[in-house]
C-alpha cells in the first residue's frame, strides 16, 4: 500500500535529515512510514502509490478552501508571467494590506514577512524595542514558531517528540522566556508580580492548535489583556492558525479580543509561504525604516505569495457564510466522532472551536499541556494508522489540531465517521 512511499522516505534520509523538511512529517511519533504526497485537489489528497485520503489537515491550515482552488490557482498561474520577485515595493502589496486592515479591528500597520515563525519572532524583538525589557510570557504547549525565544516549553513537534529543551537554544535566551499553564492567569499574576517592569510581552495562541485543539476558558484572554494593561505588556496574540480561519477577523472576532499585536501565517498565503505582524501604529512605527527594531527580508511581500493570499482573503472577506458551512461540517463531524467514542467506550475528550478539532484519549477534559500530555498517545497512534488505512489524514501526532476545509462534503465526513468507528473496533 505504501511501497513507492517506503522507497521515496528512504532515498530522503540520504539527503534530507530525518528525511523530512519538517519534523512532525516524519511520522516519527506514530511510527511507520510517512506518506510521500504527489497531488491534491479540493479535500483530497494523493500520494505516490495512488492511495487517497480525506484531508484533515489542510497544509496545517492552509486550505480552508480545499486544495486547487481555482481562482487562487488562476491567480498564481496570471502573475508567474509578470515576475516571481522583484525585491523592491508593488502596488499589490498596498491591497494586500488594506485588505487585511479592514478585515480586522485592531491593525493599523502591517508588515509581511514569509513564515509564522518569522512573524511570532518579529513581533516579539518589536514588543522588546517598544518597551526596553527583554523577558516574555508564553504558555506550556503553546507552539510559536521555531525562533530560540520559543523553544521553552513549546507544543507541536517538542510535544510531539517529548523534547524539554533545545540545544543550541542559550541558557540567557531560555531564561529570558517565562512560562505558565494554558488557561492559568493565577499563574501569570505570579510571574507578572515576580518580575516587574522586565516583561516585554504575553504571546498566546488564542485558540491552542499545537498541544492538539485547546479552547481558552472563558476570562482566561480578557484576563491577560487587563494584566498587560495594568502592568504595560504588549498584549500578542499568535493568529497563525487562527487567523482568518475562525472568522474573517480570526479569533480576535471570533472571542472579541483585541490584542497589541497580532501574528499570521498559514490562510494568509493560500498555501504560499507568508507570514505577517501587525498592530497598533504607536507601536509598528518602532520597526525599520521608520523605527530602528530591524526586520527585513528579500522575499517578504513577494509577489505570487501576494496575489495567492490576496485572492483567498478577498474570498472569504466576500462570503463569510464559508465559516457558518465550515462550523456546520465541523460540528457534523463532531456529533459523528462523539457518537462513535462512546460506543467504542474508550475515555475521550473531543476540543472544537469552528473549523478546528481534535481528539484526546482521556478521561479528564483537556485544558492545558499537562492534561494533554496525559492522554493516551499509545492509542492516538494505533487510531492514527487504523484511519490512514481507511483513506483519512490525519495531523500524524497527538499534539496538533485538526483543520476541516470547505471543499469536504457530508460524503466525505460521513465516511470518515465510518471510517471512525471501524477503526475504534480494530483497536478496541
Ligand atoms: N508546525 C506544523 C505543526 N504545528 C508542522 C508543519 C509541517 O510539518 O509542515
Known amino acids: 500500500m505504501f511501497h513507492n512511499s517506503q522507497l521515496l522516505f528512504e532515498r530522503a534520509q540520504r539527503f534530507i535529515p530525518g528525511g523530512v523538511n519538517s519534523p512532525v512529517r ?55 508571467l509578470t515576475a516571481t520577485s522583484f525585491g523592491a515595493p508593488t502596488a499589490l502589496e498596498i491591497e494586500m494590506a488594506e485588505l487585511i486592515i479592514s478585515m480586522t479591528s485592531n491593525v493599523d500597520l502591517i508588515r509581511m514577512v514569509n513564515s509564522g515563525t518569522e512573524a511570532c519572532m518579529s513581533a516579539v524583538r518589536l514588543a522588546r524595542g517598544y518597551t526596553g525589557r527583554n523577558k516574555i510570557i508564553k504558555f506550556e504547549g503553546c507552539y510559536h514558531g521555531h525562533a530560540d525565544a520559543f523553544l521553552v516549553k513549546a507544543g507541536s513537534g517538542l510535544a510531539t517528540f517529548n523534547i524539554q529543551t533545545v540545544p543550541g537554544v542559550t541558557p540567557g535566551v531560555a531564561a529570558d522566556t517565562l512560562t505558565a499553564p494554558y488557561n492559568d492567569l493565577e499563574a501569570v499574576r505570579e510571574l507578572v508580580a515576580a518580575h516587574p517592569d522586565s516583561i516585554a ?89 521608520l523605527g530602528k527594531v530591524y526586520q527585513a527580508g528579500t522575499l517578504s511581500g513577494n509577489p505570487l505569495a501576494m496575489i495567492a493570499g490576496y485572492t483567498l482573503l478577498k474570498t472569504l472577506k466576500e462570503d463569510p457564510s464559508i465559516y457558518s458551512s465550515l462550523e456546520q461540517k465541523t460540528l457534523y463531524l463532531k456529533k459523528g466522532l462523539t457518537e462513535a467514542l462512546e460506543h467504542s467506550g474508550v475515555p475521550f475528550q473531543v476540543n472544537q472551536l469552528g473549523s478546528m478539532i481534535s481528539v484526546h484519549f482521556s478521561k479528564t477534559p483537556v485544558v492545558d499541556f499537562a492534561t494533554s500530555a496525559a492522554s493516551d498517545v499509545e492509542l492516538f497512534k494505533r487510531f492514527f494508522h487504523e484511519l490512514l488505512k481507511r483513506g483519512v489524514y490525519l495531523p500524524p501526532s497527538a499534539f496538533e489540531s485538526w483543520f476541516l476545509n470547505n471543499a469536504l462534503s457530508l460524503e466525505d465526513l460521513d465516511k470518515t465517521i465510518e471510517a471512525v468507528r471501524q477503526s475504534l473496533k480494530a483497536i478496541a
Open 26 to 80: 516524519a511520522f516519527k511519533s506514530v511510527g511507520g512510514t510517512p506518506v510521500f504526497m504527489q497531488r491534491a485537489q479540493g479535500a483530497y489528497l494523493f500520494d505516490e502509490d495512488g492511495n487517497h485520503y480525506i484531508d484533515y489537515i489542510a497544509s496545517w491550515g492552509p486550505m480552508i478552501l480545499g486544495h486547487a482552488y481555482e481562482p487562487v490557482v488562476q491567480a498564481v498561474r496570471e502573475h508567474v
Open 201 to 289: 510581552a504575553i504571546i498566546i495562541e488564542p485558540v491552542a492548535g499545537n498541544m492538539g485543539c485547546i479552547l481558552p476558558e472563558s476570562g482566561f484572554l480578557e484576563g491577560l489583556r487587563q494584566i498587560c494593561d495594568e502592568a504595560g505588556i504588549v498584549f500578542i496574540l499568535d493568529e497563525v492558525m487562527t487567523g482568518f480561519r475562525l472568522a474573517p477577523g480570526g479569533a480576535q472576532e471570533r472571542l472579541g479580543i483585541e490584542a497589541d499585536l497580532v501574528t499570521y501565517g498559514k490562510v494568509i498565503g493560500a498555501g504560499l509561504p507568508v507570514g505577517a505582524f501587525g498592530g497598533k501604529k504607536a507601536i509598528m512605527e518602532h520597526i525599520s525604516p
